[in-house]
């Protein structure tokens, strides 16, 4: 096989051999056979008359010409008996292949083509990811512009299929992660009562999500539909630490920033960092798993768990000491009413 099935290439050997050749047809004998218009030649291996024409001499026909030989009874008789030679040797295969990949279809009067499909092989990995299928579909699209723009056609492939529900994947990721952040804010707002705070923690969040998301062609990672997944889930993950930390920085009784950074690591470091540790060690164990997508989770959960713990302590930390409130600076006072209890006098 070529790698191509197309209805069009068997019209043209049936103009060649049957309408071109019509005085062939039938000849049993080289008396018989008409051989000296050079429309004939006799084949003296397997004794029949066949025309000297081929499906390559085929320049096209009328449009009525056609598709009246789309429609004959004669076209249709010609592929019936070439199917039943095909599976008689044993090429089954190939006739079910044709019937699958090529075709067409004509109005209910038989006078003009309303439908018709062809296919071709292609090379392209089976699996890809969103930017891979992406690029492959521009291609073609590209090749399809360029030489039938106008045929009003279309070009797919099983490949396309399954690019759509990526491209959907990453397009969720990415609300998804907008989604989060605000949710995360909020919550930090809720939490502390402080928009300053909350501002920083999700400067902490973000910088957390960028790196996971910068560090994932290191590791070989693409976005497929487990890293859209995954993705989603960075913040969520994230938010953890940061929300313990800036909620004691909150509440501390002290004035300035840096006696603030100084008492949230004291009081809530090592909770923290135990915290981050048991769950590292929960995910190490899913390294072990046969079944990928668990090992994937596992070294997602270690390294977004890992990031967090880190740039809890050596960014969000730092930037409080830097630039975190001071005194009431950014404090709600209707959540600080409602939400936090009253200094002991």
């Known amino acids: 096989q070529t790698g ?59 449009a009525a010409d056609f598709t009246a030989m789309l429609a004959s009874e004669a076209f249709s008789d010609y592929m019936l008996t070439r199917s039943d030679v095909m599976n008689a040797v044993g090429r089954d295969f190939d006739v079910y292949s044709d019937k699958l990949n090529t075709g067409f279809r004509m109005n209910s009067a038989k006078t003009a083509l309303t439908f018709a499909w062809v296919t071709y092989n292609a090379t392209y990995p089976s699996e890809n990811s969103v930017e891979e299928a992406n690029d492959i579909y521009a291609r073609w ?42 949710i995360s804010f909020g919550v930090l707002v809720l939490a502390t009562g402080n928009w300053w705070v909350s501002g920083l923690g999700l ?19 693409s976005l497929g539909e487990y890293e859209c997944i995954f993705l989603i889930a960075v913040v969520g993950l994230s938010v953890d630490y940061t929300v313990h930390l800036l909620h004691v ?23 923290v960092t135990n915290s ?15 079944f990928y997508f668990f090992f994937m989770f596992g070294l997602f959960m270690f390294l977004v768990i890992g990031f967090s713990i880190l740039m809890s302590l050596t960014f969000l930390i730092p930037l409080c000491i830097l630039i975190g409130p001071q005194r009431d600076q950014g404090r709600l006072p209707f959540l600080s009413r409602s939400c936090r209890k009253a200094p002991k006098e």
């Open 276 to 290: 981050a540790i048991t769950t590292l060690l929960a995910s190490v164990v899913l390294f072990g798993c046969g």
């Open 203 to 221: 400067i902490n969040i973000l910088a957390i999500a960028l790196v996971f998301l910068g560090l994932m062609p290191v590791w070989g990672w």
């Open 141 to 182: 699209m590209g090749f399809h512009d360029k030489y039938a723009p106008n045929i009003g056609g279309v070009q797919t492939t099983d490949l396309y299929l399954f690019m759509v529900t990526q491209n959907e994947m990453v397009k969720a990721a990415i609300t998804g992660v907008a989604y989060s952040l605000l």
């Open 4 to 62: 191509r099935y197309c209805f069009m290439e068997e019209l043209a050997r049936f103009w060649a051999y049957y309408v071109e050749g019509e005085d062939c047809v039938g000849k049993k004998d080289p008396v018989s056979c008409p051989t000296a218009g050079g429309k004939c030649a006799w084949d003296l291996q397997h004794k029949v008359c066949h025309s000297t024409m081929t499906e390559r001499d085929y320049k096209g026909l009328p």
């Open 249 to 271: 920085y909150e509440t501390c009784k002290e004035e300035d920033r840096v006696s603030r950074s100084r008492h949230a690591l004291a009081e809530m470091g090592i909770s």
